[in-house]
């Protein structure tokens, strides 16, 4: 009887995780949780450099929550990979770092090559504090209480800000980091790579190689066949108006979190999701948008991931003197240019800085002349809040009308302030709580004391005339 009991209760428990794993909860939300442990784990310990204990108790207990309990991990520190599952057995999820490619979730091979490395020939090059720039344009004390105000308050809440830098003028007039990192952290900017991916397109354009307004010119669109996706275009998709059902909720059921961490194909995925408008007629933010413009420049810049590396290298951060920044790609290679760039503090304020210098670098133009007018251009149905690939301020934020902003998940800003020459950025972990970012960047702005106009010599005169 014993036996039969045992037996029906296996028979039982199979058959329910079966069915569990053909449901959505164990084809999506089981996956991107696993997923998202394995992924940030390795990411955050061997790409941004933080401790991981220090990286999960921030980063990813307040995200999952009671689920957090039932999600392990395992790192290989020989290989640099983490491997997480529910209660040790299901849902398995591998992310393998390769140096200079950052970490990457591995679900079935498809070709992924573990050996590939595209190393960063340069070191990051810190830029050092102006004082006398600082002293000279900023009431300091006032300086120095926003950005320690943009860091914890135990009495109060728990933002886990981790960094802040700003620039003026690009000087650095002030940077700050809380215990366990430091100016050579790189953070996870999520969806301020969306702004990088943005600022690719701008140096194509530039040079002649990308036309954001063509249709017809979606690789990943024309592969699946279907003609009417044919009007879809670069721009569109930058400015979230694709019309594809590719929605972002970041509630692990979602689209989004299915493309990011159960999916090999990330470009392919977001190209067969039905349509629902026609382009340019409904805004909606979601990141497979920016994955397919992402993928359609990836294959103009080489014919290997190497290549492609080298010249988004190239395009964008030496010419900057960024050399922190790594772009993660997917298993198949593919830039994920929605959420996956990592870079320092002063290294994200270098990229805001160049719209600050017009698009010149050097004498060189990287941008074309109206850049900064296009990504700063209100898409019609977002409120006035988004331009393309950057949020716009609206009335409530009490911003400088011509800010353009960086986002990310969790709280990563970048305010890019032309009016006043600001860049202003802010990283950390924040869930349930505001980040408060708006509030530093305008009290840095209130901080900004232009020095009074020097004196005119005195002039010597005699009678009417001078002499």
């Known amino acids: ?23 959505p ?3 999506i939300y089981l996956p991107s949780a696993t997923g998202i442990v394995a992924k940030q784990m390795c990411s955050l310990t061997w790409v941004s450099g933080l401790d991981p204990d220090q990286a999960r108790e921030m980063y990813l207990d307040p995200l999952l929550g009671d689920a957090g309990s039932v999600i392990g991990y395992t790192m290989d520190e020989d290989n640099r990979e983490v491997s997480a599952s529910l209660l040790g057995m299901f849902w398995t999820q591998r992310a ?17 090559n573990p ?8 070191d990051f090059m810190p830029m050092e504090l102006d004082t006398a720039h600082r002293d000279t344009w900023f009431d300091r004390e006032a300086l120095d209480a926003a950005v320690l105000g943009a860091f914890d308050d135990a009495s109060q809440d728990s933002r886990n800000t981790l960094g802040v830098a700003i620039l003026h003028q690009g000087r650095l007039v002030a940077e700050h980091y809380a215990p366990g990192a430091s100016r050579e952290t790189r953070f996870h900017g999520w969806s301020m790579t969306k702004s990088v991916i943005t600022t690719l397109a701008g140096t194509m354009v530039q040079d002649g190689l990308l036309d954001i307004r063509a249709q017809g010119d979606i690789p990943a669109l024309a592969a699946v066949g279907d003609p009417q996706l044919a009007d879809i275009t670069i721009e569109s998709l930058l400015r979230m108006t694709g019309g594809l059902a590719i929605a972002e909720l970041n509630n692990g059921m979602d689209p989004n979190s299915q493309m990011l961490f159960t999916q090999w194909d990330m470009p392919h995925f977001a190209a067969t999701r039905e349509r629902l408008h026609a382009p340019g007629e409904h805004w909606q933010y979601m990141s497979g948008n920016t994955i397919l413009a992402s993928d359609t420049m990836q294959r103009r810049l080489g014919d290997t991931l ?18 922190s920044a790594i772009m993660e790609p997917g298993e198949n290679g593919t830039f994920q240019g929605s959420s996956y760039m990592y870079a320092t503090a002063q290294d994200w304020a270098r990229l805001g800085q160049l719209y600050l210098d017009d698009g010149v670098v050097n004498g060189e133009r990287l941008l074309p002349e109206d850049w900064y007018d296009i990504v700063a251009e209100p898409t019609p149905g977002s409120g006035g809040g988004y331009g393309m690939g950057f949020w716009l301020p609206t009335e409530a934020t009490g911003l400088p009308e011509e800010t353009i902003m960086m986002s990310g998940f969790q709280g990563q800003w970048g305010y890019v302030m032309p009016e006043q020459d ?25 901080a900004l004391r232009p020095p009074a106009p020097a004196e005119a010599p005195a002039t010597a005169t005699g009678g009417d005339e001078p002499l």
């Open 422 to 446: 600001l860049v202003v950025v802010r990283f950390g972990a924040t869930i349930g709580v505001s980040s408060r970012s708006g509030r530093l960047a305008r009290e840095v702005v209130e």
């Open 25 to 27: 909860v164990g084809q």
């Open 96 to 112: 393998v770092w390769r140096d200079g490619l950052g970490c990457t979730l591995v679900h079935g091979g498809h070709g992924f």
């Open 1 to 23: 009887m014993l036996r039969i009991i045992l037996g029906a209760s296996g028979a039982a428990l199979a058959a329910g995780l079966a069915a569990l794993n053909l449901s």
């Open 115 to 122: 050996n590939l490395t595209v190393p960063v020939a340069h």
């Open 306 to 323: 190497p290549e492609q590396i080298a010249a988004l290298r190239a395009r964008i951060y030496e010419p900057l003197g960024i050399y």
